[in-house]
């Protein structure tokens, strides 16, 4: 069941909840203090070593018709193509390198290789996902606006689908990525609240995607030559392999056992140190070696992320242990797992709620009378509430450029 009430549920005074929010601010000043040559020289690296790995993997297509070469080729390329994703644009879109003031690595200039315009992603995530995390009504990214994700969420014959809808959606990521800011619910109901707004939207994503499609499927496969077709495959490939590692690293962010949903009553006058407890309930993180943490954008550290999601990703670590230090102080909840187990947590939880709400009940009480936390979208009444043990994350983001309660407007 959604929360309207985060302090209440933390079970935290009002003054507690302040306390914190300064806690998590003083971490802040304390990272920005540090930012230098050691940051700048990290991305910059990180983006020679991509476009360097896209090269290859371009090259080695020219000898597509090659097994060894074909496989060597596709696989090179979705790495690059998953690097350049993860944690150079999505981070770069946030805008945690605009303090170097370079123009090639800076939120307004950077367009990333994948069919979601970059101005319309920075709306939808960076503003909408980021500012209302797992509010209700307000974050599209619960559930996609076609996921049931929450038992008292009203049932429908057609979420019986979902698994099927949900696979569809992880091979095609990027696509329904690219849909994300269009009025899709207007759409539906032929209700678009800004049709001219609408239209110049879906222009965009269908120039984006023309771009995207020539240079994948025509471009590059015709510099080939005869190795057209074996090169094109090569490369829808790499596209698949990205979009399902894609969609597999951010449905563990909000969705495994622990992470909570919220109701708009709880945006009401909303502190900054609510908004900060907000974004630590509602995110997961999962447990990984550095390569691990590097090839998924560093959404292992999704609390960390949602707390401070204009901080330069290679500082998460450091970040982690205060937040974590801070979430012990507040006997606070800090969601962590495995990446094995948090995203079979996420999956389970959509399977579950394709299904009637007589059945999750069942199998909620079946996972409370086993003494096992309810799963992921379940009535809290019905399963139980005991939080996991805190491992390591960091804090939340309210600086001008990127959203917070004081900053609501910010894209």
């Known amino acids: 069941m959604a929360i309207a009430d985060v302090k209440e549920f933390a079970h935290l005074s009002e003054a507690d909840v302040e306390a914190l929010g300064r806690e998590f601010d003083q971490i802040r000043a304390d990272i920005e203090e540090k930012l230098g040559d050691e940051d700048a020289t990290y991305i910059r690296r990180l983006i020679t070593i991509q476009r360097r790995l896209n090269v290859a993997a371009r090259a080695m297509l020219f000898g597509s018709h090659r097994r060894e070469l074909w496989w060597a080729g596709a696989l090179t390329l979705a790495v690059a193509k998953i690097l350049e994703n993860m944690e150079i644009g999505h981070n770069v879109m946030h805008g945690q390198w605009d303090w170097m003031n370079d123009p090639e690595v800076h939120s307004s200039t950077w367009e990333w290789d994948n069919v979601c315009p970059a101005d319309q992603w920075k709306h939808s995530h960076n503003y909408l996902h980021h500012t209302y995390t797992n509010v209700i009504g307000k974050d599209k990214d619960v559930g996609y606006e076609i996921l049931r994700v929450r038992s008292d969420q009203p049932w429908h014959p057609y979420y019986l689908t979902q698994p099927v809808v949900n696979a569809m959606l992880m091979l095609a990521f990027e696509y329904g990525v690219s849909l994300h800011d269009l009025d899709i619910d207007g759409l539906v109901k032929w209700q678009i609240e800004d049709p001219e707004e609408f239209k110049k939207k879906f ?206 407007t910010q894209a």
């Open 203 to 408: 222009k965009g994503i269908l120039v984006k995607q023309a771009r995207q499609i020539g240079k994948d499927y025509i471009l590059f496969p015709a510099l080939t030559g005869k190795n057209f077709r074996p090169t094109a495959t090569a490369n829808l490939t790499a596209n698949l392999i990205r979009n399902i590692w894609s969609y597999a690293i951010i449905f563990c962010g909000h969705f495994p056992d622990g992470a909570e949903v919220f109701t708009e009553e709880e945006l009401e006058q909303e502190t900054q140190g609510e908004w900060y407890l907000r974004q630590l309930l509602a995110s997961a993180n999962f447990t990984g070696n550095r390569l691990m943490h590097v090839m998924s954008g560093s959404l292992g550290y999704q609390i960390e992320h949602h707390l401070y999601p204009d901080l330069p990703s290679n500082r998460y670590p450091e970040i982690q242990d205060r937040v974590r230090a801070l979430c012990e102080k507040y006997e606070l909840p800090y969601t962590t797992g495995s990446f094995p187990r948090q995203f079979w947590q996420a999956t389970r939880s959509i399977w579950r709620l394709s299904l009637p709400a007589r059945k999750m009940r069942e199998a909620s009480q079946k996972r409370q009378a086993l003494g096992l936390p309810r799963h992921a979208g379940a009535v809290p009444s019905t399963g139980d509430q005991t939080p996991q043990t805190p491992q390591t994350p960091p804090a939340p983001t309210n600086t001008p450029g990127h959203p917070g309660p004081s900053n609501p």
